[in-house]
Nanobody, 123 residues
Framework: QVQLVESGGGLVQAGYSLRLSCAAS????????MGWFRQPPGKEREFVAA????????NYADSVKGRFTISRDNTKNTVYLQMNSLKPEDTAIYYC????????????????WGQGTQVTVSS
């Protein structure tokens, strides 16, 4: 069993940055691919970024490429999402997820999900 807790959300102006963190419980963190999803107001949840267990490969949604960076620190059981040049359309609840592969994580087939953290970007 893995528990995921997101933090770092908040209210920022467009153009500014935020870094989200997702802390995981358990001793097997490095065996899981990790990902970030988001759910904008009134819309369905969508894929944002994913990273392999080793951190050697990443994958991003086109809408965030070049602005967001996913990374992980397996010594701290934590995955991060650095969000730069934020736009009002990035406003959403951001969720962390863990799964067996990046491919399954991207398809929203992660085994575990956090409760989410709100990010609001004002224009």
């Amino acid at each position: 069993q893995v528990q995921l807790v997101e933090s770092g959300g908040g209210l920022v102006q467009a153009g500014y940055s935020l870094r989200l963190s997702c802390a995981a419980s358990g001793r097997t963190f490095s065996t899981y691919a990790m990902g970030w999803f988001r759910q904008p107001p009134g819309k369905e949840r969508e894929f944002v970024a994913a990273i392999t267990g080793s951190g050697g490969r990443t994958n991003y949604a086109d809408s965030v490429k070049g602005r967001f960076t996913i990374s992980r620190d397996n010594t701290k059981n934590t995955v991060y999402l650095q969000m730069n040049s934020l736009k009002p359309e990035d406003t959403a609840i951001y969720y962390c997820t863990a799964g067996p592969t990046v491919e399954k994580v991207k398809l929203s087939l992660g085994n575990y999900w956090g409760q989410g953290t709100q990010v609001t970007v004002s224009s």
